[in-house]
């Protein structure tokens, strides 16, 4: 009975890889037929004019260090909007006062153009700092906001009968509020993570920051490569997709520690 539940279980996951693959190449398909009516490799590269593409980058140290620093910038901007975020988000959703203060400014980074932050952070910092500052600012928002949300939507019922039974307020933020938190903080994590890329690549640009991985998009713009072009955009959709499915995959592990953990316990 167990073996064919895992049977079971290892054909429809069979299946599922089936059928992304199968979606990948109906897309691949297309753009390789869109490619061949076009006849331009300037307007459209064909998948396998990418591809080239992205070995002859590979062969180049340059290309590996482009990306770790990119890496890097995302990674410190995204790091830093979070763990701010959760703590001045949990902060705001308990302190009204303090969340009063801090809303306008969240409010103001939230309604700004990206292009506007990273302008005028760049008249004021150095070129190679100005990404990971531009990711922090307008991820922060994005945690924050989750969070607040998390803390009120927090259930009112628990917190009577914490109250009742006079349990202590850092017992509460630990026990009530921050699992109340975690599927909200979750969410603003994916969501900085997916965001933090796009404006990284985005500054990077902008603020002709070097070595990066924007900046190598821009100089194959400007040189007309379109072929490099593509690929260096695969490399960020495929970085960024990387990133989003590990992050998962470590959450999720973790959730199921936590729930082997209170099933000993």
């Given amino acids: 009975m167990i073996s064919t539940k895992l049977q079971n279980k290892q054909?429809?996951?069979?299946?599922?890889?089936?059928?992304?693959?199968?979606?990948?190449?109906?897309?691949?398909?297309?753009?390789?037929?869109?490619?061949?009516?076009?006849?331009?490799?300037?307007?459209?590269?064909?998948?396998?004019?990418?591809?080239k593409g992205i070995i002859t980058l590979s062969g180049n140290f340059k290309f590996f260090v482009s990306i770790g620093v990119t890496l890097l910038r995302?990674?410190?901007?995204?790091?830093?909007?979070?763990?701010?975020?959760l703590v001045l988000g949990l902060i705001g959703g308990l302190n009204k006062p303090f969340y009063e203060i801090m809303n306008?400014?969240?409010?103001?980074?939230?309604?700004?153009?990206?292009?506007?932050?990273?302008?005028?952070?760049?008249?004021?910092?150095?070129?190679?700092?100005?990404?990971?500052?531009?990711?922090?600012?307008?991820?922060?928002?994005?945690?924050?906001?989750?969070?607040?949300?998390?803390?009120?939507?927090?259930?009112?019922?628990l917190l009577q009968m914490a109250k009742v039974y006079n349990v202590s307020q850092?017992?509460?933020?630990?026990?009530?509020?921050?699992?109340?938190?975690?599927?909200?903080?979750?969410?603003?994590?994916?969501n900085a993570i997916g965001l933090g890329w796009k404006v990284t690549v985005t500054a990077e640009v902008l603020a002709n920051a070097l070595p990066s991985v924007g900046m190598n998009l821009y100089y194959s713009k400007i040189y007309l490569e379109t072929d490099l072009l593509f690929?260096?955009?695969?490399?960020?959709?495929?970085?960024?997709?990387?990133?989003?499915?590990?992050?998962?995959?470590?959450?999720?592990?973790?959730k199921r520690k936590g729930a082997d953990q209170c099933q000993l316990s």
């Fill in 231 to 254: 690929s260096w955009t695969f490399v960020i959709v495929m970085c960024s997709y990387i990133i989003e499915k590990v992050t998962l995959y470590i959450i999720e592990r973790n």
């Fill in 104 to 157: 306008p400014f969240v409010s103001i980074i939230k309604s700004l153009p990206v292009v506007s932050v990273i302008i005028l952070i760049n008249l004021w910092i150095a070129s190679g700092v100005v990404p990971l500052v531009v990711t922090f600012l307008i991820c922060f928002p994005v945690t924050w906001t989750n969070v607040v949300q998390g803390v009120h939507a927090t259930d009112d019922n």
């Fill in 170 to 190: 850092q017992r509460i933020i630990r026990d009530i509020y921050i699992p109340a938190v975690k599927p909200y903080a979750v969410s603003a994590l994916m």
């Fill in 11 to 51: 054909i429809q996951s069979l299946i599922k890889i089936a059928k992304k693959i199968g979606v990948a190449l109906f897309w691949v398909l297309l753009w390789a037929v869109a490619a061949w009516w076009v006849d331009s490799s300037l307007v459209l590269p064909s998948p396998l004019d990418t591809l």
């Fill in 74 to 85: 995302v990674f410190g901007g995204v790091t830093i909007s979070v763990a701010l975020g």
